[in-house]
Antibody, heavy 121, light 107 residues
């Protein structure tokens, strides 16, 4: 079955960096776009980024542009989110999600369990 | 960015009640809306895509409707397992944006 497992979250000081990983299994990974979506504690959902099946033309929310970089390694069935210049308002659970349709990004139907990022001094 | 205004932010209803949640988009987004259910401590679950298409395995008491700027999500006969927060999401434009969520509780 489809499985996505995030890792790499933790406590980091403002201005610091973290690299999140999303390990996928149970499907033809290289056919699917992967998105990152976050949720601050007690708040709603916020889309962060997506990466295409080939890794080209990633898209980012405005708050992520210039600070976050998404990448993937199809040989390792993994997607990464490099986060630099972290701010306290980046504190959130970060989910990776796969779309229900290959080559699409806008109907994520398979989600990981999330990894918690806490940005605090 | 397209704003999704979801209401109410919370509601309390009795078992068996019909529950309705609305989402209003800040511009015409055709039928490009999904609805998710999120239970505490869990990842969101896609229930409805394309405004009204029920995902496989989702009970038929859940439904969605609407187009343009106004969308409705309905639970026809609230069940104990439906206690959750529900979100709408538009995909007409990047960035994908979500409504603020509706927390559904049992009265």
């Amino acid at each position: 079955q489809v499985q996505l497992v995030e890792s790499g979250g933790g406590l980091v000081k403002p201005g610091g960096s973290l690299r999140l990983s999303c390990a996928a299994s149970g499907f033809s990974f290289s056919d699917y776009y992967i998105s990152w979506i976050r949720q601050a504690p007690g708040k709603g959902l916020e889309w962060v980024s997506y990466i295409t099946h080939s890794g080209s033309g990633p898209q980012y929310a405005d708050f992520a542009k210039g600070r976050f970089t998404v990448s993937r390694d199809n040989a390792k069935n993994s997607v990464y989110l490099q986060m630099n210049g972290l701010r306290t308002d980046d504190t959130a659970v970060y989910y990776c999600a796969r779309d229900k349709v290959p080559g699409s990004y806008y109907r994520p139907d398979s989600w990981g369990q999330g990894t918690l990022v806490i940005v605090s001094s | 960015d397209i704003q999704m205004t979801q209401s109410p932010s919370s509601l309390s209803a009795s078992l068996g009640d019909r529950v309705t949640i609305t989402c209003q988009a800040s511009q015409d987004i055709s039928y490009y809306v999904n609805w998710y259910q999120q239970k505490p401590g869990k990842a969101p679950k896609l229930l409805i895509c394309d405004a009204s298409n029920l995902e496989r395995g989702v009970p038929s008491r859940f439904s969605g409707s609407g187009s343009g700027t106004d969308f409705t999500f309905t639970i026809s006969g609230l069940q104990p397992e439906d206690i959750a927060t529900y979100y709408c999401q538009q995909y007409d434009n990047i960035p994908l944006t979500f409504g603020g969520g509706t927390k559904v509780e049992i009265k």
